[in-house]
């Protein structure tokens, strides 16, 4: 489906940021974490023909499938492999309408790698999606850098979600409304600050949400690590390295996020999510509205609905 924006030019919306969940993963983790997500305490339900009408609706042409976040699963590997097939499936029975990020059984090392083999190789996945931290570690850690040289090495995508965090949520909001955010700015300081994505630079990191609260900490990040010693160094120029980041729009839509990210990283770096079906089909509609009407100087809409994920896909 085509839409209209930019003064009638037609483009195609690709979806980096649409999560399903197959019966497989909800009969593990239950309904009652789902909704313990959620502002309203009531889990969302998913369903192909749901997808399918939701992209409808908004002029997406294709979703890029993942799984959402959780609590640790039992027998991972097998559980995760069975939901990585489940969106081959779906990918195969809908043509053109869905994608895959595919999941890993982190923080198994061992089992990611051979995850990341056989869903590039026989699966042929678009990227894989990874939480922001695992047993308390964020992505800079050590422990992970097996994974992320073999996933640079393939030349991959990493779409980085983030999950519950290793702290005791704080009696303000649901962990969704300020946790997640947070914690997708502390794990992408993490790769920064470790040096990841300076020695790491054919895998392509997006980051949800639009980086959490990256965009408006980059000074305050950036000064902060010319002050500690060696560490631009090893890491370069920490600008360079926000930079390299990719940043959805999914829940992020609005003049303010999308000027801030103009600032701290390149045009085509912008993808459009909708956080599907954890945003409600009336926050999608909403935040359609706001970007198909918003003007920011070096923001392109066709790039950022289409162009752009399409490039980093290889869907032109």
């Known amino acids: 489906m085509q839409v209209a924006v930019d003064k009638g030019r037609p483009v195609k ?130 422990s992970f850098e097996p994974v992320l040289q073999e996933l640079d090495k393939r030349g991959s995508v990493a779409f980085i979600h983030p999950n519950m965090p290793p702290y005791a949520i704080p009696h303000v909001a649901p962990a969704s409304v300020l946790e997640f955010p947070f914690e997708t700015t502390r794990t992408a300081a993490s790769l920064i600050i470790s040096g990841a994505v300076t020695r790491y630079r054919k895998l392509r990191f997006i980051l949800s949400h639009a980086g959490g609260t990256l965009p408006f900490l980059v000074p305050r990040l950036s000064l902060s690590i010319s002050m500690m010693p060696g560490l631009v160094e090893k890491i370069g120029d920490p600008l360079a390295a926000i930079r390299s980041f990719y940043f959805d729009t999914a829940l992020s839509a609005g003049s303010s996020t999308l000027a801030a990210l103009a600032q701290v990283t390149d045009p085509d770096h912008i993808l459009f999510g909708t956080d599907f079906p954890f945003a409600p089909l009336t926050a999608i509609s909403m935040f359609g509205h706001v970007l198909d009407n918003i003007t920011v100087p070096g923001i392109d809409m066709p790039s950022v609905y289409h162009g752009s994920a399409a490039r980093l896909l290889g869907r032109i």
């Open 13 to 142: 919306k690709i979806d980096t940021h649409h999560h399903f969940f197959p019966k497989v993963y909800v009969d593990a983790v239950g309904m009652e974490m789902l909704a313990s997500v959620m502002p309203n305490g009531r889990a969302p339900t998913w369903s192909p023909q749901d997808a399918l009408a939701m992209l409808d609706a908004n002029g997406i042409q294709e979703g890029i499938l993942s799984i959402s976040s959780g609590p640790p699963l039992p027998n991972a590997a097998t559980l995760l492999r069975q939901c990585n097939e489940s969106a081959a499936e779906l990918r195969s029975r809908y043509k053109g309408r869905f994608g895959s990020f595919a999941s890993l059984p982190l923080p198994d090392v061992d089992a990611s790698l051979k995850e990341i083999e056989y869903c590039l190789d026989t699966l042929k996945v678009d990227g894989f999606i990874i939480f922001a931290s695992y047993e308390g570690r964020y992505l800079g850690d050590p």
